[in-house]
Nanobody, 121 residues
Framework: QVQLVESGGGLVQAGGSLRLSCAASGRTGFMGWFRQAPGKDRELVAA????????YYSDSVKGRFAISRDNAKNTVFLQMNSLKPEETALYYC?????????????????WGRGTQVTVSS
């Protein structure tokens, strides 16, 4: 059982930046960052394979967010730039044992508790 712990959330003004971190207690395959705003479905915003050669970004964050990972430390990061108020949400780190990219929440085996990101206008 892998445990995930997120950090780095907070309050930022529109146009600002935040860097999220997720520390895993063990090795994982694909790792991703999801977000869920009140009243909305949880959505995948970025994911990266274990070898860091395969990445995914949702259309809404392409060019602004960057995912990276340090496999030596079992940690994945999400650099978020040019943040918008509508991106206020609880951001979750998730990991799956499988090697393939999946965008649906059901494919992920392990979840963190989330870190709140609030973007003020």
């Amino acid at each position: 059982q892998v445990q995930l712990v997120e950090s780095g959330g907070g309050l930022v003004q529109a146009g600002g930046s935040l860097r999220l971190s997720c520390a895993a207690s063990g090795r994982t395959g694909f790792m991703g960052w999801f977000r869920q705003a009140p009243g909305k479905d949880r959505e995948l915003v970025a994911a990266m394979g274990g070898s860091a050669t395969r990445t995914y970004y949702s259309d809404s964050v392409k060019g602004r967010f960057a995912i990276s990972r340090d496999n030596a430390k079992n940690t994945v990061f999400l650099q978020m730039n040019s943040l918008k108020p509508e991106e206020t949400a609880l951001y979750y780190c998730a990991a799956r044992d499988g090697p393939n990219l999946r965008t649906d929440t059901y494919a992920y085996d392990y979840w963190g508790r989330g870190t709140q990101v609030t973007v003020s206008s």
